[in-house]
C-alpha cells in the first residue's frame, strides 16, 4: 500500500472548498513519531481555519485507520511557504500577473508569468532601461523546469 496517495486520497475527499487543493504530502519515517505534512492551496488562497479543519477532520480518521491507530504521528496541514516551488499546473494559473524566478536545466530565467497551458509557461521579459525597454516574451514548457517560485514584490 502507498501511504502518501491513501493520505492523498482521504484529504482530497475532506476538503472544505472545490477551490482547494493539495500540493504535496510528505511522509517522514525518520525515528521517533510519524511526521505527515500536507500542504494545501486554493485557487482564490487558504486561511489558517482552513487548514485547522482539515487537520481534525483528518485526525479523526487517521486515528481509526488500521495502519495508523497503532503508530504515533505528528500532523501537519500547511499552506506552501515562499521557498516551497511551483508543483502544479492550478498553482501557476493562480500565479498569472505575478513574477517568478524559473529554474532551468542550463539556466535561470526571470519575468512576469503571463499564460499558463498543458505544457507550458509564458513569460513577458523587460529588458533595458528608460526609451531603451523592450519587452519580450518566452514560452517555457513545463519539461524544461527543474523548479519555479514566485517573485515578492515589496513595491
Known amino acids: 500500500m502507498d501511504v502518501v496517495e491513501e493520505i492523498r486520497k482521504i484529504a482530497i475527499a475532506k476538503l472544505a472548498s472545490e477551490s482547494h487543493f493539495v500540493?504535496?504530502?510528505i511522509v517522514s519515517t525518520k525515528k521517533g513519531p510519524k511526521k505527515v505534512l500536507i500542504i494545501l492551496d486554493g485557487d482564490q488562497g487558504i486561511t489558517?481555519?482552513?487548514c485547522a479543519n482539515l487537520s481534525r477532520e483528518l485526525s479523526k480518521i487517521f486515528d481509526e485507520l488500521p495502519w495508523m491507530k497503532d503508530e504515533s504521528y505528528m500532523l501537519e496541514v500547511s499552506t506552501p511557504g515562499l521557498d516551497q516551488p511551483l508543483a502544479s499546473v492550478r498553482q501557476y494559473k493562480?500565479?498569472?500577473g505575478r513574477g517568478l524566478k524559473v529554474k532551468l536545466h542550463d539556466k535561470i530565467v526571470?519575468?512576469?508569468l503571463t499564460a499558463v497551458a498543458d505544457e507550458k509557461i509564458t513569460l513577458e521579459q523587460e529588458t533595458g532601461t528608460g526609451k531603451k525597454k523592450v519587452t519580450s516574451t518566452l514560452e517555457v514548457p513545463f519539461s524544461d523546469i527543474e523548479k519555479a517560485f514566485v517573485?515578492?514584490?515589496f513595491k
Open 23 to 25: 500540493v504535496d504530502i
Open 110 to 112: 526571470e519575468g512576469k
Open 94 to 96: 493562480k500565479n498569472v
Open 48 to 50: 489558517i481555519d482552513d
Open 151 to 153: 517573485l515578492i514584490s
